[in-house]
Structure formats: C-alpha cells, structure tokens
C-alpha cells in the first residue's frame, strides 16, 4: 500500500518557479531517504535530488544545482522540490520515490506515483 502521490505541477515561463509536492503513505517515511526524479519526452527517467532522513544533507543533479532545493516534513511525510530559473529542458514528468542507498541508489518502490508534469514555454 505504498503510494506517492506527487502534485504541483504546471505551465511556467522560462525563468519561472515552481513548487512540486510528494505525500507519502504506506512506509516508515522518517527512515527512508526520498529523491525526485524527471523524465522528459523521449529521454530515461533521472534523479534529479535526494535529502537525507531528517533534511541535513542533500544532494543535487549537476544539471540542477543552485537552482532546485529538496526539503521534507516528516511531521507531514511530504518531500518538496523549490524550482526557481525554469528552464524549457526542465520540462518533464516529475515523481518522487525512495533510493535503497544514499543518495542515487536503486528505486525501492516498484510501484511509482501518477508524477506531476512541469511545463516550461513561452
């Protein structure tokens, strides 16, 4: 019954921000560490950050760092992701899911959410 349920998604401009939102339920979410993943139109799914089990250490996708920031709220057993200076190769599908090792190991749930899409156009 695990479910990751990702939201916050939309249409932004380049140069534009946006909040994505993972709710997670089904698993000890304070023992497990939680990435966000993208996949865009005709290229494999990639990590795109990861916190570590109480938000003290992150780690960033080069292709994203200094523009993206991954916080969690174990209180809620939510995982954000702040984009800030959208880029159109920002564009993609975005779902969040648990590395089984810090911070870029395996997927452990096989089962991933709808994911949230994130538009970036004029």
């Known amino acids: 019954q695990v479910q990751l349920v990702e939201s916050g998604g939309g249409l932004v401009q380049p140069g534009g921000s946006l909040t994505l939102t993972c709710a997670a339920s089904?698993?000890?979410?304070?023992?497990?560490?939680m990435s966000w993943y993208r996949q865009a139109l005709g290229k494999e799914r990639e990590l795109v950050a990861s916190?570590?089990?109480?938000?003290?250490?992150?780690y960033y996708a080069s292709s994203v760092k200094d523009r993206f920031t991954i916080a969690r709220d174990n209180a809620k057993n939510s995982v954000y992701l702040q984009m800030y200076f959208l880029r159109p190769d920002d564009a993609a599908v975005y779902y969040c899911?648990?590395?089984?090792?810090?911070?870029?190991?395996?997927?452990?749930?096989?089962?991933w959410g709808q994911g949230t899409q994130v538009s970036v156009s004029l």
């Open positions: 089904g698993f000890t979410f304070s023992d497990s560490y």
């Open positions: 899911n648990s590395p089984s090792s810090w911070p870029s190991g395996p997927p452990r749930f096989g089962s």
């Open positions: 916190v570590s089990l109480k938000g003290h250490t992150k």
